[in-house]
Protein backbone atom coordinates (compact mmCIF):
# COMPACT_ATOMS: atom_id res chain seq x y z
CA UNK A 1 0.00 0.00 0.00
CA UNK A 2 0.58 3.66 0.15
CA UNK A 3 -0.01 6.78 1.59
CA UNK A 4 -1.80 9.60 -0.79
CA UNK A 5 -1.36 12.71 0.46
CA UNK A 6 -2.74 15.99 -0.92
CA UNK A 7 -2.68 19.48 0.20
CA UNK A 8 -1.61 23.52 -0.63
CA UNK A 9 -1.09 24.57 2.37
CA UNK A 10 2.61 25.83 4.38
CA UNK A 11 3.15 25.01 7.89
CA UNK A 12 2.58 27.91 10.68
CA UNK A 13 2.32 28.57 13.94
CA UNK A 14 -0.87 28.00 14.25
CA UNK A 15 -0.28 24.29 13.13
CA UNK A 16 2.16 23.39 15.75
CA UNK A 17 -0.16 22.83 18.52
CA UNK A 18 -1.86 19.89 16.80
CA UNK A 19 -0.22 18.47 13.71
CA UNK A 20 3.02 16.92 13.28
CA UNK A 21 5.46 19.55 12.61
CA UNK A 22 8.22 21.69 14.56
CA UNK A 23 9.51 25.03 14.52
CA UNK A 24 11.83 24.57 11.55
CA UNK A 25 9.29 23.54 9.57
CA UNK A 26 7.37 26.70 9.37
CA UNK A 27 6.79 27.85 5.49
CA UNK A 28 7.84 24.73 4.38
CA UNK A 29 4.83 23.45 2.02
CA UNK A 30 3.22 21.05 4.63
CA UNK A 31 3.27 18.11 2.05
CA UNK A 32 7.29 18.49 2.24
CA UNK A 33 7.09 19.52 5.99
CA UNK A 34 5.19 15.62 6.27
CA UNK A 35 7.15 13.42 4.08
CA UNK A 36 10.68 14.60 5.58
CA UNK A 37 8.43 13.60 9.23
CA UNK A 38 6.82 10.26 7.69
CA UNK A 39 10.44 9.29 6.38
CA UNK A 40 12.20 9.84 9.40
CA UNK A 41 9.77 7.19 11.02
CA UNK A 42 9.67 5.38 7.86
CA UNK A 43 12.05 5.51 4.98
CA UNK A 44 10.48 2.69 3.14
CA UNK A 45 6.71 3.68 3.23
CA UNK A 46 5.30 4.58 0.04
CA UNK A 47 4.19 8.17 -0.88
CA UNK A 48 2.46 10.15 -3.52
CA UNK A 49 2.06 13.92 -2.49
CA UNK A 50 0.32 16.17 -3.95
CA UNK A 51 0.94 20.20 -3.24
CA UNK A 52 -2.25 21.14 -4.96
CA UNK A 53 -6.17 22.33 -3.48
CA UNK A 54 -7.69 20.07 -3.93
CA UNK A 55 -11.40 20.32 -6.27
CA UNK A 56 -13.84 18.73 -8.06
CA UNK A 57 -11.92 17.98 -10.89
CA UNK A 58 -8.66 16.39 -9.58
CA UNK A 59 -9.85 14.60 -6.84
CA UNK A 60 -10.46 11.36 -8.74
CA UNK A 61 -7.63 10.95 -10.59
CA UNK A 62 -5.25 11.81 -7.29
CA UNK A 63 -6.81 9.34 -5.02
CA UNK A 64 -7.63 6.94 -8.27
CA UNK A 65 -5.63 4.01 -6.01
CA UNK A 66 -6.93 5.19 -2.53
CA UNK A 67 -8.98 1.82 -0.97
CA UNK A 68 -10.57 4.49 1.63
CA UNK A 69 -9.88 8.53 2.33
CA UNK A 70 -9.72 10.09 4.90
CA UNK A 71 -10.47 13.70 4.68
CA UNK A 72 -8.65 16.41 6.68
CA UNK A 73 -9.73 19.50 5.09
CA UNK A 74 -10.25 23.05 7.30
CA UNK A 75 -12.94 24.45 6.14
CA UNK A 76 -16.69 23.54 6.36
CA UNK A 77 -17.27 23.96 2.56
CA UNK A 78 -14.03 22.09 0.96
CA UNK A 79 -15.70 19.26 3.36
CA UNK A 80 -18.83 19.33 1.89
CA UNK A 81 -16.96 19.53 -2.14
CA UNK A 82 -15.24 16.83 -1.31
CA UNK A 83 -17.40 14.54 0.04
CA UNK A 84 -19.88 15.73 -2.70
CA UNK A 85 -17.33 14.82 -5.26
CA UNK A 86 -15.79 11.39 -3.77
CA UNK A 87 -19.77 10.40 -3.11
CA UNK A 88 -20.94 11.41 -6.97
CA UNK A 89 -18.09 9.87 -8.20
CA UNK A 90 -17.51 6.50 -6.51
CA UNK A 91 -19.91 4.85 -4.18
CA UNK A 92 -17.57 1.62 -3.48
CA UNK A 93 -14.75 3.32 -1.57
CA UNK A 94 -14.89 4.22 1.80
CA UNK A 95 -14.38 8.26 2.61
CA UNK A 96 -13.66 8.72 6.61
CA UNK A 97 -14.99 12.83 7.34
CA UNK A 98 -14.03 14.41 10.55
CA UNK A 99 -16.97 17.01 11.93
CA UNK A 100 -17.28 19.07 14.64
CA UNK A 101 -14.04 18.59 16.72
CA UNK A 102 -13.64 22.59 17.55
CA UNK A 103 -13.10 23.69 21.21
CA UNK A 104 -12.10 21.47 24.09
CA UNK A 105 -14.00 19.29 26.82
CA UNK A 106 -17.20 16.76 26.13
CA UNK A 107 -14.78 14.14 24.97
CA UNK A 108 -17.95 11.97 25.47
CA UNK A 109 -20.04 14.06 22.46
CA UNK A 110 -17.49 12.44 20.08
CA UNK A 111 -18.56 9.05 17.82
CA UNK A 112 -18.99 7.81 14.64
CA UNK A 113 -22.10 7.91 12.45
CA UNK A 114 -22.12 5.76 8.96
CA UNK A 115 -24.10 6.48 5.95
CA UNK A 116 -22.99 3.57 3.65
CA UNK A 117 -19.44 4.06 2.81
CA UNK A 118 -19.17 7.64 4.37
CA UNK A 119 -18.32 8.11 8.11
CA UNK A 120 -18.08 10.78 9.85
CA UNK A 121 -16.33 11.43 13.36
CA UNK A 122 -16.72 14.38 15.46
CA UNK A 123 -19.60 15.62 17.60
CA UNK A 124 -21.59 16.96 14.49
CA UNK A 125 -21.94 20.21 16.02
CA UNK A 126 -18.58 22.30 17.17
CA UNK A 127 -18.07 25.66 15.10
CA UNK A 128 -14.49 27.09 14.80
CA UNK A 129 -14.35 30.55 16.74
CA UNK A 130 -12.35 33.33 14.63
CA UNK A 131 -9.12 33.60 16.02
CA UNK A 132 -8.65 30.49 17.92
CA UNK A 133 -7.24 27.57 15.93
CA UNK A 134 -8.49 24.38 16.94
CA UNK A 135 -7.19 22.87 19.99
CA UNK A 136 -4.77 19.90 19.78
CA UNK A 137 -6.80 17.28 22.12
CA UNK A 138 -9.69 16.88 20.34
CA UNK A 139 -8.14 17.03 16.68
CA UNK A 140 -6.10 14.18 17.79
CA UNK A 141 -8.84 12.02 19.40
CA UNK A 142 -10.59 12.97 16.23
CA UNK A 143 -7.24 11.34 14.19
CA UNK A 144 -7.05 8.63 16.19
CA UNK A 145 -10.61 7.32 15.76
CA UNK A 146 -9.79 8.28 12.07
CA UNK A 147 -7.06 5.94 11.78
CA UNK A 148 -8.45 3.05 14.11
CA UNK A 149 -11.68 3.19 11.42
CA UNK A 150 -9.53 2.87 8.80
CA UNK A 151 -7.18 -0.06 9.77
CA UNK A 152 -10.44 -1.93 11.24
CA UNK A 153 -12.09 -1.60 7.48
CA UNK A 154 -8.61 -2.67 5.72
CA UNK A 155 -8.63 -5.32 8.00
CA UNK A 156 -12.34 -6.78 7.49
CA UNK A 157 -11.63 -5.91 3.53
CA UNK A 158 -8.35 -7.61 3.67
CA UNK A 159 -10.08 -10.90 5.65
CA UNK A 160 -12.76 -10.92 3.34
CA UNK A 161 -10.56 -11.18 0.59
CA UNK A 162 -8.60 -14.38 2.36
Request: net charge negative; with cysteine.
Given at each position: ?????????T???????R??????????????????N??????????????L???????????????????????????Q????????????????????????????????????????????H???????A?????????????????????A???????
Amino acid sequence: GKLIVADFDTVSVSNLNRQAYDLSQLGMPKVQALEHNIRRVNPFIKLQMHELRLNPDNIASIFADADIMIEALDKAEEKQMLIETWLKSDQVRPLICASGIAGYGRNEDIKSIRDGNLFIIGDMHSEPVEGIAPMAPRVMIVAAMQANLCLEILAKHNKDKA
